[in-house]
Every structure is written in C-alpha cells, then in structure tokens.
C-alpha cells in the first residue's frame, strides 16, 4: 500500500504540489491527468525517490519511499531511455545487472545465462522476441516503448510508473500498447501510475483517475499555489456532470470524446 500523507513540493518560491494526502491499495491502476506543467511528472518522479517532497510523506508499506530509486519502482518515460549501443536483448539485461552491480558486481557464468533467459522471455511477452538482436535505431516507436517497458519490468518491481509512454505513438500502435500494458498489469499484479495528456485513455486504462489542478492562482505570484489533486474518480462509477467538470479542467479549449478508445 502507498499513503501520501500532506505532500508538498516546491522549487525555490514556486509551489508546484500543494497538500496532497491519498491511500493507493496494491493493485490498483492510477491514472493522472491535468494541465501542463500542473507538476504530475514530479509526482511521478517522487514516488520514483528521484526527487525529494519539501513538506510530508511518501510511504510504502508504512515505510518512507528510499531516497532514491530502487528494484520496488520501475519507470517509463515517454522519451525512452535505452541504451544505443546495446542490443535490445543487453538493453534489457543490463537493467538487472546495474541492479546486482552495487551487491555482486558483473554478472556472469550461470547468473548470466538466467539473467539472459528472463530477459528473453520478457522480450517475447513484450513482442519483441524477434528483434532481441536488433539496436534501438532498428526499432519503431512502439518497439522502442515495449523495450522501455521490458527494461523497467526485468527488475521485477511492485509498483509500475509511466509518464505519458505512449504519447508519441500512433493510434493504432497505442491500441496494441494498451492491450499489453493491461495485460501486464493483471500477470504481475502491478500498481501503476500512469500520466497522460489524453482523457479517454486515463478512463480507458486506469481503474482510478486523478485530476491535478491548481485551484487557487495569484496573478502577482505565479509560484505562489501548487496543484492539487481536486477528483479521485473511481472508473466506471462517474456520473456525467462530474465528467463534464473534469473534461474542461484536462481540455479547457477543445473537449475530449471519452470511451472512444472502449
Ligand atoms: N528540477 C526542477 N527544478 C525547478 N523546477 C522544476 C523542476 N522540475 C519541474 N519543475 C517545475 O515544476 C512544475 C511542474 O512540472 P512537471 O514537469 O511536474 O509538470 P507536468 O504536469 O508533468 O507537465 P507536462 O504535462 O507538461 O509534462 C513546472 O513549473 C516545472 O517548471
């Protein structure tokens, strides 16, 4: 279980998350819209402990998020970040040694033809067991996002954090990236965070929805007021009014169709 207890994050004078407190059961799939620059990627980036709350509590199991990342949080960012001089299968080997490397130091012998046979078989359930020799200027977009999300998952982590991963993809790709990232999520019995910009998929993916907002603003003081989480819808328990409120907060100019993605 993670527990935000009265979380605050601030830049120098800028407050960007203003007294966020939330209880997340193990399991659960949350996804987080709002504004830009309403601070969800800093969020994400706390719970990931590369970054550090100015005020309040993050915790795992009772027990403060460590202070930086390790093996229980695994990330995916929209930009992926693989290593271009390593095949696809060592991009994801690699993400389990620089695990041990602290503990054991290089892997080798026995430990590194299981570590090679894990990360096999993650490749093949993320569809890229063709393209393990491959490098990532070899891969599409989508293949470049399924081998993100291998990397983060051959770690084994408890809790999944994506932000925005499938923003830059095409539609039909994000369809065939929706379909695993849910399938994912039941087989290893992940809690995921995912932010997204786009409405429809956070109802579409998520099993809880989060609206970041800044509810008070000071014309003279930008920094002044940080965003806080204003719904904490259920999926599937929303009444329409509720999700009129919500579609003007995340697309002020231009409203979203929701379900279109269902
Ligand atoms: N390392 C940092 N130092 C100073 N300010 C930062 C830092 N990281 C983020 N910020 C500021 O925090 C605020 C929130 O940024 P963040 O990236 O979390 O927003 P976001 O909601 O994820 O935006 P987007 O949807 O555009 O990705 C912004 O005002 C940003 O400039």
């Known amino acids: 279980m993670i527990k935000i207890n009265k979380l605050w994050k601030e830049y120098g004078d800028n407050v960007v998350l203003e007294d966020i407190s939330k209880t997340v059961a193990d399991g659960e799939f949350v996804t987080l819209v709002g504004t830009s620059g309403c601070g969800k990627s800093t969020f994400l980036k706390m719970l990931l402990g590369m970054e550090t709350a100015s005020r309040g509590e993050l915790l795992i199991d009772d027990k403060p998020i460590p202070g930086e990342p390790d093996q229980s949080r695994g990330i995916v960012f929209q930009q992926y970040s693989v290593f271009p001089h390593l095949s696809v299968l060592e991009n994801v080997m690699i993400a389990r040694e620089f695990e041990r490397s602290a503990l054991l130091g290089k892997l080798f012998g026995v430990a590194k033809r299981k570590v090679r046979e894990e990360a096999q078989a993650l490749l ?4 890229l067991g063709p393209a393990v020799s491959k490098y990532p200027h070899e891969l599409s977009g989508g293949m470049r996002q ?32 929706h379909k695993l990232i849910l399938e994912l999520w039941r087989e290893h019995q992940l809690t995921v965070f995912m932010v997204t ?21 000071d014309p003279q003081a930008p920094g002044a007021w940080g965003a806080k989480i ?14 009129a409120k919500v579609q003007k907060i995340t697309s002020p100019e231009e409203q979203q169709e929701v379900g279109e993605l269902t």
């Not at 093949?124 to 569809?127: A, I, M, Q, T």
């Not at 204003?230 to 509720?242: C, K, M």
């Open 146 to 177: 399924r081998l993100a999300i291998a990397q983060a998952l051959i770690r084994k982590p408890r809790v999944l954090l994506l932000d925005e991963p499938f923003g830059a993809l095409d539609p039909g790709i994000r369809a065939d990236m």
């Open 124 to 127: 093949e359930k993320v569809g």
């Open 230 to 243: 204003t719904y904490d819808l259920t999926v599937g328990e929303i009444p329409s009014d509720t999700l």
């Open 197 to 217: 910009h786009d409405l429809s998929e956070g109802f579409y993916l998520g099993t809880r929805l989060w609206v970041f907002d800044k509810v008070r603003h």
